[in-house]
């Protein structure tokens, strides 16, 4: 994550009025988060389009190199190839991935379960955006499933 990001979300997480909002943090949260906040207002941009496409390669590389036994190489190649990286790009993708496993599953899946909050949110009070990201903010980098809970989105 682009450490301007890491200072926003320090800079939310001050804010906060629950301590353990303000301390605990999901990988799904922080990287879903991430990936969804990159992308609103630009579903269309190329730039968009691109973060998608790598998001979607660190998340084959991370299955690949913890599930399926890929080696590092093969990793690389794969977010050469898919992620349009440069071989620098990718060679430091593949550490990080291999150092916090479920981080390329993190981005997807936080970016889906934020969407469904989306989704549920604008059903039950309407289609503002920016309602559903203040809300949303209320709850730092707590996983998205205790979102749901607090926003009364569970049942």
Not at 60 to 82: N, Q, S, T
């Amino acid at each position: 994550m682009p450490p301007s990001s890491v200072a926003a979300q320090d800079r939310v997480a001050r804010t906060l009025s629950s301590g353990v909002r303000r301390t605990l943090r999901s990988a799904v949260a922080v990287e879903g988060w991430h990936l969804y906040a990159s992308g609103v207002g630009h579903e269309t941009d190329y730039a968009w389009l691109q973060q998608l496409r790598r998001a979607a390669a660190r998340l084959a590389a991370d299955v690949g190199l913890h599930a399926r036994g890929m080696v590092p190489a093969a990793a690389a190649e794969l977010l050469i190839r898919r992620g349009r990286m440069t071989a620098d790009e990718a060679a430091r993708e593949v550490r990080s991935i291999a150092t916090s496993p479920v981080s390329g599953v993190a981005a997807a899946a936080g970016y889906r379960e934020i969407e469904h909050l989306r989704q549920a949110f604008s059903e039950r009070h309407g289609g503002d955006r920016n309602a559903f990201h203040a809300a949303m903010l209320r709850y730092g980098a707590l996983p998205p499933g205790l979102a749901r809970w607090g926003l009364g989105l569970d049942g």
